[in-house]
């Protein structure tokens, strides 16, 4: 089995404990490699590591520009080895090949969109209110920071956050997933090792949420942490940054709406609802786990949906003909069955699937049959809490304004679709609709230019596009006295007089 080291200081080193924890396959189910078990005394030394490679070392004496190119060089490293990190992520989470290799490849263009934008942030002059003043601001990074990942696309999450935080001149210590540990680490040999980042600059600690995550998010001299995972977690996370006065970003959870007009294209629309619900087995925080459908198509839309969604081959996320892969982890398994038995004793109609896949039916370990629930009502439970998994709730709508009421009776605000071809509902619904992002005739799309993130309890903050750098930044205001001669009263400020 393979045993895999951590990174902290620019040195590949076991846990302080010794101890290791086994990571699984989710498709056969069997471990197949041990990672470092880190704790509090890891953390520590990461985070004093990330501190010192902030205030002195080649990291800060380093241009932007420098910067820039060696996130380039990171770019490139990251397409060099796409296939491999796409594999490594398929063993550790189960999703498909297909999505993952996509991922990967894409990735790359994060490195070189940030790389780009690092020798272009700029504070500004500012014409102050005073005579004889030069004023103008600084953007400063916040500091060493702390990011925190789920399992469910490991490496890109990560590079949402690396990619803008190292642009902006910060070092990290990055905690991935007790789930999938092991691409951030093949990451830091292929990619960060390989580009020559300097020690200290992007330190990992593996090892679970509570004994490593907290020491890291509670330390003295981390300046922001960077969180995405669920609610629950998101809001602990928060409170024990605020004791510190931490800069926080939060990426959390959803039950994201996709609302299918009647004057959609339907098969077009169906293959939205589709790829919305179990593109990832569902294990996306901006599943359209709410499919809302206008009442007058209501049966025809189910009837075709079912029809598509009963055609999915399920199997081995290894093979790219595989269309629906198991569930990553045991827990989420149980969790996911749990919520198709409280759907049915809410009394929604099991119209697709509702329970495990047979191997006989492409399954095997912790897979769950593509699930779909009519007649359900936006005040059950498995219309107001999020599943993460491949089961979906249909909810009949009258018009645009039930719609509107619908989509928003609810405590999150991540993804949200729309499909008709009216430009003024369009516009409308999005402008209605309280989610961080609105895709009309489309889902699922992202993109490193556009700003991602969550309305509500989905979220503090945005990731990706050049707004994704301020989060890492701090505005330092200089103001310049270039008056001849002093004179006055020493304890009236003559400037401040009139602040
Ligand atoms: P999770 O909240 O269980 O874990 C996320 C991370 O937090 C893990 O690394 C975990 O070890 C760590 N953690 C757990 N307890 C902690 C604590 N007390 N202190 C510090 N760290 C702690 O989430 P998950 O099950 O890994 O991921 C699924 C969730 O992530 C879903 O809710 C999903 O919607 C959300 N998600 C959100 C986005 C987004 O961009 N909004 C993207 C992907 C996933």
Redesign the pocket.
Known sequence: MKRYQTYIDGKWTDAASGKVFETSDPYTGEPWALVPECDARDAELACNAAARAFESGPWPAMTATARGRLLRKMGDLIAKHAKHLAEIEVRDNGKLISEMYAQTQYLPEWYYYYGGLADKITGQTIPVDKPDHFCYTLKEPVGPCVF??????PLM?VG?KLAPALAAGCTVVI?????TSASLLEFMKLVVEEAGVPPGVINVVT????V???P??THPKIAKVA????????A??NE?AARTFKKVS?????KSPNIMFDDCILDEAVNGAISGIFAATG?????GSRLLVQESIHDKFVEKLVEVAASAKLGNPQLFETQVGPVT?P??YQKILGYIDIAKGEGAKCVLGGGPATAAEGGGKYFVKPTIFTGVNNKMRIAQE?V?GPVLSVIKFKDEAEAIQIANDIAYG?GSGVWTQSVRRATMMAQKIKAGTVWVNTYRAVSFTMP???YKA??LGR?NGAEAIEGYLQTKSVWINNAVGGGGNPFVMKTASNS
């Open positions: 925190i990942t789920p399992w469910n696309s999450l949402w905690k991935p997933s007790e789930f090892g679970f949420g509570a490593v995550g907290e890291l998010v969180f995405t995972g669920g609610t629950a977690t998101g602990r996370v024990l939060l990426e959390l959870g959803g294990q996306t925080c901006i599943a982890t827990p989420q999020e993460f991540l991602f993130g969550g989905s979220g990731e």
